[in-house]
């Protein structure tokens, strides 16, 4: 059993081995500016945090995990291009520094190589892991599909809302911890609870990140702060804002994301303020965090083996950042 | 042993079979539209036909065939956006009638489908397809980076544009039949020369394709004429006119470059004709075209067996669109 901060340094050792080719330079050299602007490596410190509940870290466990941050990575390059996002953990993301085809292509031959490392998977696993892998990898694209469809509408119900989280981001935290397992041997069951815990935590983590998009400083997240309310992104907050707004409250709503000019992030918070939008989604990260606690104590491991499954929780859920 | 077109009719049962989610339909809508634009797919039908000289056709080689056209398809729906084509098989593109960020995830999740077949492939043979499908498809990406590289340089030579229309594309139609090849059981030596003659047979294709932009008809190709030369595409036709040239043509053929009026189209093809270069090219075609069937006549097989094969390089290559 290791600590997330010793599989952190194990993973990066076995992901630092993974090199793209040099040339064309042009293609490779974007896929290794983002992979060395780091990143947390929280998905495939799950997956092996999960595997090493149920056996010792083996190959095809190191090889998923490199799958998973490939693809997560890939998922990145192509997002923050159809969002058009400045500012990736501080750093130019690469359509910005590159171009945007540039974006598009490098995406797709980082994907490429994830599918290189799956294959490194024995014969035994091989079907199942990307069975899995496919079915997470297609629901993130239609999560992404969702939230760009849901710019262009007015207001997204709440239930509408969860769902694009739980595809575009909860997903792959959970088929991460499931992963490890399966590779681990553990039974179905054991599986399904893991995945579970991944998928709750998963969405306090989005909604964690909603909260510091509004209410976090842009120093400490790397990102511009704000983002999603300039841009017009759904968040807890607009959903929750069009569900508890009266009719009127919904007319200023609407108002408000027809706005284009330098007050508008203001006067938005202003206006969540009013409906105590920031105290309902804190309560909202609060429950979610909660019952990621509850999955987590039903896996079928003795506690201890938990512990730090448990502590990555709280790393994900107690942020600033 | 089946004809082109007998195997066309069977793949299209096959592949017709294939059905993509409803929903979200903004994501999968854009898939089915690109897919029934039809297309010839010679890539799935080459790989059927090369299974065929050593194996009855089995589930194996019909899932592999539609990862190829659904790789191919996903190729084609992000060069476009790169390219920023306005036609393809004389429809809209992807990008000009749903706009760009669906070119980019509709892409992406058509890729994954790819994959979902090739996981369908029964496990003595899973490694090795994956393996050789991944080499390709990096080499495809590494092909595109070339091509959209050269459009910034002046000049490119002629091994320089040979290697990238290698990538780009020769390397699915050569990947193609040795896939199908390996796949019935074929040994390396045959996959080897098998290989070779779809790498040839993609080159000659290629300058075919390169003639046609220039000198074919839009009507009949479907596609923009000198589309290639209005967007500063490097062709057969630029290497091989800069490789001819002396000094003082080499200036002008960068002064029509540099130009964006209306005569651009008409005088540059002017001055490929002053240097000769339809010409050129089509003994280049004639060429590779030999070369090819010279490859597939070393083919070990009975030549009887072949005869499919070779109605299908004389269909790519005496095409007029």
Chains 1, 2 share one sequence.
């Not at 553990?186 to 599986?191: D, I, K, L, P, V």
């Not at 607009?238 to 007050?263: C, F, H, M, P």
Request: aromatic share 10%.
């Amino acid at each position: 059993m290791h600590s997330f901060s010793e599989l952190l340094t194990e993973f990066e050792l076995f992901f630092g081995r993974h090199s793209f080719p040099k040339n064309p330079a042009s293609l490779y050299e974007p896929c290794s500016y983002l992979l060395n602007m780091g990143g947390k490596r929280v998905r495939p410190v799950l997956c092996l945090m999960s595997h090493e509940l149920f056996a010792t870290l083996n190959e095809n466990a190191w090889n998923t995990a490199t799958a998973i941050e490939l693809f997560h990575n890939f998922t990145l390059m192509h997002d923050d291009l159809m969002d058009d996002a400045p500012l990736r953990r501080g750093f130019q993301t690469i359509h910005e520094k590159y171009g945007h085809s540039t974006a598009i292509l490098s995406g797709d031959v980082m994907s490429i190589f994830a599918y290189e490392h799956l294959n490194k998977i024995n014969t035994t696993y091989i079907h199942t892991v990307i069975e899995l892998f496919n079915a997470t990898a297609i629901q993130i694209c239609e999560g992404q599909q969702l939230d760009m469809d849901f710019e262009k509408r007015p207001f997204v119900t709440m239930d509408e809302y969860m769902e694009m989280i739980t595809l575009k981001t909860s997903v792959l935290l959970a088929t991460s911890l499931r992963l490890g397992a399966v590779l681990g041997g553990a039974t179905s069951g054991c599986c399904e609870v893991l995945y579970n815990f991944g998928k709750t935590l998963g969405i306090a983590f989005q909604l964690k990140d909603d909260y510091l998009d509004a209410f976090g400083i842009s120093a400490e997240t790397g990102k511009q702060l704000g983002g999603d309310i300039l841009s017009n992104k759904k968040t807890y907050l607009s959903a929750k804002a069009y569900e508890v707004a009266n009719n009127q409250e919904r007319i200023e709503l609407n108002d408000l994301l027809n706005r284009t000019d330098e007050g508008k992030l203001k006067d938005t918070l202003a206006f969540f303020q009013k409906l105590n939008i920031q105290s309902l989604l804190q309560q909202e990260i609060e429950k979610y965090t909660l019952q990621a606690y509850e999955l987590l104590e039903k896996v079928p491991v003795v506690s201890r083996n938990k512990v730090h499954l448990h502590a990555v929780a709280d790393m994900l859920l107690k942020r600033d950042k």
